[in-house]
């Protein structure tokens, strides 16, 4: 039935419901302790509610509800407790990114295991690594089950929910990075094809940016493994400097700095094309400042791991 879709003033008051719950444990912190029991049966509940709009405000409020649970004071039944909760939510959070048919709901449950994992760090989330990471392949695959419904003809409603899925998709990548480090390596290997799929025809600009957007800020945060896919990004990268539209210039000219600074001598030879690239983007013609602003950046970071390789005179 999960085709059919019900719109009445019950749903509404549901969803609504839904959202209150966790904006009281958000708001009101380690004094919600008493309604955590039961919001969380609730929340567990409606995560597999029929309609979507219910889906999303539970998947939105557990995250609230494990923040709730963070602030109060520990001890060892509070630790253990926040180990349950943490368990149970990101069971249902990998449950919803592969089994979901909505894509709004599956990019909630993305955008909030990336806050989990910044909130929580990685002995968290270990345990569900190898898990997380399938179903963000599956997602970049777009193979999980919200990629597979067939709507009836392409309407830009679904384009914009492709745009809203992918971003959150792409924010795992640097959200794993970020808690691991150089250990992310051997997964980012599995997710990099996939990822760097969306940077070629047909696909259209906004999709290439948020690929390299992604790799800019793997590769802060993995820092030198970078270094084996410089010769597979920089390419892609250096077109994108020269891209008509100002994000996606912006976010080449940051992606092109990082990987200076964190693949080491792998990228000294892209230097006079980067060089090259960069130097447009301080001509006058050159309207939007945060592009020049991340131009600059990236010059300061080829400066400050290659001094010997830069024109520093010109």
Known sequence: ?????????????????????????????????????????????????????????????LKHILTALRAIPAHPDILEKQKDVLDTIMNIYIKTMTEDDDKEVVAQACMSVADIMKDCGFAAVELYMPRLAEATLALLHQESCCQQVESDGEDDGDIDHDEVLMDAVSDLLPAFAKVMRSYFDPIFAKLFDPLMKFAKSPHPPQDKTMVVATLAEVAQEMGAPISAYVDKIMPLALKELASSEATNRRNAAFCVGELCKNSGAAALKYYPDILQGLHRLFANSEQDLAVRDNAAGAIARMIMVQPQSIPLNQ
């Open 1 to 61: 039935v999960r085709n059919i879709s019900v719109r009445t003033g019950v749903l509404d008051e549901k969803a609504a419901a839904t959202q209150a719950i966790g904006f009281f444990a958000l708001h009101t912190k380690s004094a919600y302790a008493p309604y955590l029991e039961e919001s969380l049966k609730i929340l567990i509940k409606h995560s597999g509610y029929f309609h979507e709009d219910v889906r999303l405000q539970a998947i939105i409020s």
